[in-house]
């Protein structure tokens, strides 16, 4: 399994953890205003763009569903983050190289496309449920509940904080 498929698998593995341990106070707004379940609803529809776009071979991060039904309930999340998991493993595996394209810019009369690959993609959306998973923490530990020490932390970083440093990581680079 490419490590960049097998990186979202865990992630989202993570995120389905920490909806179950949050259920309770998924639609209670924290310290800043935004609720745990915006933050999953908001890193799935992500997942959903990327898959929604794949056939196409265009991807729309801006054309989000933004379903109030995932952000509200946990069962519902819950079992969106399972679909986006198996059709990952369904639809990523073999098209890791794919080139797809991904619309740029934030003005919604722009209509540029960046060419891109599906693991360019997949490195992205690991990014960016590993942004919201730190911040669900966040508002996790404000509620008491603990979602494990690896929850919202890059492999880097946990590298980092083992001694493995920057160094460890710069000899797994490829050669050019």
């Not at 259920?23 to 379940?37: L, Y």
């Not at 959306?125 to 690896?150: F, N, P, Q, W, Y």
Request: net charge negative.
């Amino acid at each position: 399994m490419p490590d960049a498929l097998a990186l979202n698998l865990e992630l989202l593995g993570q995120t389905e953890t920490a909806i179950e341990l949050l259920a309770d106070g998924f639609s209670t707004p924290a310290a800043g205003g935004a609720t745990p379940g915006a933050h999953f609803r908001h890193l799935l529809d992500h997942y959903q763009c990327l898959l929604g776009g794949l056939e196409a071979g265009r991807v729309d991060y801006h054309e989000r569903q933004r379903d109030r039904g995932t952000e509200s309930n946990p069962a519902l999340a819950l079992a969106v983050c399972r679909a986006c998991r198996e059709e990952l493993l369904r639809a990523t595996g073999s098209r890791m190289e794919e080139v797809v394209h991904v619309r740029t810019g934030h003005d919604p009369a722009e209509r540029d496309w960046a060419a891109t690959t599906v693991k360019r993609e997949l490195a992205f959306c690991a990014s960016h449920t590993l942004h919201h998973l730190a911040i669900v923490k966040m508002m996790a530990r404000e509620r008491g509940v603990d979602l494990g020490e690896h929850v919202g932390v890059a492999r880097s970083t946990a590298d980092h904080r083992k001694g493995g440093g920057a160094e460890g990581q710069a000899a797994a680079l490829p050669e050019r």
